[in-house]
Structures are given as C-alpha cells and as structure tokens.
C-alpha cells in the first residue's frame, strides 16, 4: 500500500470537491480546478476528507495511487490558499519591467527579452529585481517559474542571471585566482 496514498486528504469548510465519472472537480475561494483519474483509481468523498483508493493491486495502479493522492492534495491547497515561488534577477543593469500580459526583461542581450504571461499566473514585481510567481495550479506555477529562469540562468563566475530565492550557486574561482 502507498504511504502516501492511503493518508486522507482534509480540506476547509469553504471548498467543494465533486466527482462525475472520472473527473475530480475542486472549487474553493481562489478558483476551480478539476483532473482527470488515473485508470485503476476511486475517491471517496467523506465529510472534510478524501480517501483515494485503488481497485486492484495491479502495478499500475499502484504507481498512480499516490500520484492520485498528491494531485488531488495541491489542487485543494492552490484553491484554498495558492501557490507562489520567488525569483531573483542578479546583475548589473538585469532588470524586468511588467506591461499589461508580458514580462519585458533587459538581460544583457541586444535586444529585451519578452515573456508572455499564461492565464491563470499572478506576476508581481519589487524593485525591478524580485520577481513572484503565483497562482492556483502548482504545475503551472512552477513550469513558468522555471521558463522565466531558463532565459538568463545563473553563471557560477559572477552569479549574475536569474535564480530561484532559496537557490544557492556555487560560486567558481577565475582564471586569475588559479595563477596566484
């Protein structure tokens, strides 16, 4: 059995969960998510919790029993609370600029970079430099977090590039530092 499957999943008063064949539907305070049930996989809906269980002990439907679970679990979090992560754009003259639904950033290229923000992506921007990603779908979230980083990523000689907040770079020594 699935550690991770066979925990309930608990959620607040204020979000509504509905099941119509095989299709999870979430609605809370921030906004509606539904999924798609692996093959193999049941939620039984009780008062305040999920149970996601499997019919069979197949090897397939054992691996998607605790993916199950963990979807279902973001999709209740990102309705009821969200999900956000931090960048940092380090460098001098590095900066972004946010107009209506594109992110304009300057990365050192010869020309500025444009990002097209998704529907359903919050931007926020502090002093041109800290970038915050936020919105209700964890993977969407994150897949814009990482494509906004894959346009300047951080070298190790000087750190300058885009980064997630908590990442750390492991800084290299220079040529010149070898010769001493």
Not at 65 to 94: C, D, P, W
Not at 112 to 133: A, R, T
Not at 134 to 151: H, M, N, T, Y
Request: net charge positive.
């Amino acid at each position: 059995m699935s550690r991770i499957g066979k925990k309930p999943i608990t959620f607040p008063k204020n979000v509504k969960i509905s099941q119509s064949a095989d299709i999870v539907k979430v609605e809370g305070p921030k906004g509606t998510l539904s999924s798609k049930l692996p093959e193999g996989i049941t939620v039984a809906i009780g008062e305040g919790n999920i149970v996601v269980e499997r019919k069979s002990e197949e090897l397939s439907a054992r691996a998607y029993h605790g993916l199950a679970r963990t979807l279902i679990g973001n999709m209740v979090q990102g309705v009821s609370a969200g999900f956000e992560k931090k960048l940092e754009i380090s460098g001098v003259g590095y900066r972004a600029e946010l107009s209506g639904n594109n992110l304009k950033f300057v990365l050192g290229f010869s020309s500025p970079v444009e990002y097209n923000i998704p529907k359903g992506i919050d931007i926020k921007l502090d002093k041109q430099v800290n970038i915050v990603v936020s919105g209700i779908d964890k993977q969407l979230v994150g897949r814009v977090a990482a494509e906004i980083r894959s346009l300047k990523k951080p070298e190790p000689y000087k750190g300058k590039g885009i980064k997630y907040a908590d990442e750390y770079i492991k800084r290299k020594a220079g040529k010149s530092a070898e010769r001493a």
